[in-house]
Structures are given as structure tokens and as C-alpha cells.
């Protein structure tokens, strides 16, 4: 084989592995947004309880995710009737766990213990869960079936004991 043939086929192949590299560099910097009829990331992490959880825990149950923080008005304005909804529909196989983003840990234990809400809880300063689901602004939640699919997606803050929202998601059950 000659030298000249030699070149061709090593530049060709440098041009490939450089494609390849600025393809999985610009998916890098793609955001990962986490939609309804997606499958839910997985994710490890311990609650205020000190019980290490996973999504895939919930097994058999609705899952109801929801990102929150302190310091964010609109997520603790809707926290108790996020509660009010986990006390009414705990029975029929929903559960709720919120995971607030506060960097402050001392801030987030003030709040839980004035608010004292009956969901579970878990704290991720680095927001990396939040992250995994695309979700950078609060509060946003996440309803997961129970084979781990995302079947509905809040945006912003809800009334959870509007009846609409009940009884949607009771067909999900």
C-alpha cells in the first residue's frame, strides 16, 4: 500500500473520531428536559427521616416529585395543600416527596418545622436531581407511574386539592 493511499485513510479516520468528538460535545451542552411520557431518571437519595430512597422504591404507587426551595414563594404557597393532598390520597397508593434545593440547611429545618408536612422530604443542594429532570425553575412537579413513566408535569404551582387535579390524578390509579 502505498504512503500516499496510507494518509487518506488516517486523515479520514481523524476526521471521523473528530466528528464524533464535536457530537458528543455539543450534546453535552444540550439540556436534558424530562416530559410527560418520558421514563422518570432514576435517582438516590436520603429523606429528612434518614431513609434512602429511589425512584424506583415507589413501585406499585404514584409518585408525585416535587422540586421546591425556601426561598422560592410560590412552592411554600402551595405546601400545604401539597400536604392536604398527601394526607387525602395516601390511602389509594399516591406519594408524595418533596426535594427542596435549598443550600441552607439550617433554613430548610426552620421551614420544615413550622410548616410540619407530612410527605416525605429530602434535601439536594447541589440540585443535581432537579438537574437529571430538566427542572430550573420551582416549583415543578413530577407525577410518575408505576412502571417509572412520567405522566403528567406541573409547571409553577398548583392548588393540589382542587378537585380537577384529584380526580385526574385518581384515573391515574
Known sequence: MSANRV??????GIGLLLAVLAFVIVDG???KVVNVGDRAPDFS???????????????????????WATWCPPCVAEMPSLDEF????????????????DQSESD???????ARVSFLTARDPSAGISGEYGTFKFP??????????????????????????????????
Request: cysteine-free; overall charge positive.
Open 7 to 12: 494518509d487518506k485513510y488516517l486523515q479520514a
Open 29 to 31: 451542552f444540550r439540556e
Open 45 to 67: 437519595i436520603t429523606t429528612d427521616a434518614g431513609r434512602v430512597v429511589t425512584r424506583s422504591d415507589f413501585g406499585g404507587k404514584l409518585l408525585v416529585l416535587n422540586f
Open 86 to 101: 398527601q394526607k387525602r390520597l395516601a390511602s389509594s397508593g399516591v406519594v408524595v416527596l418533596g426535594v427542596s434545593v
Open 108 to 114: 430548610y429545618r426552620a421551614f420544615l418545622e413550622k
Open 140 to 173: 415543578e412537579t413530577y407525577v410518575i407511574d408505576s412502571r417509572g413513566r412520567v405522566v403528567q408535569k406541573h409547571i409553577g404551582p398548583e392548588d393540589w386539592t382542587r378537585e380537577s387535579l384529584i380526580q385526574g390524578i385518581h384515573s391515574l390509579l
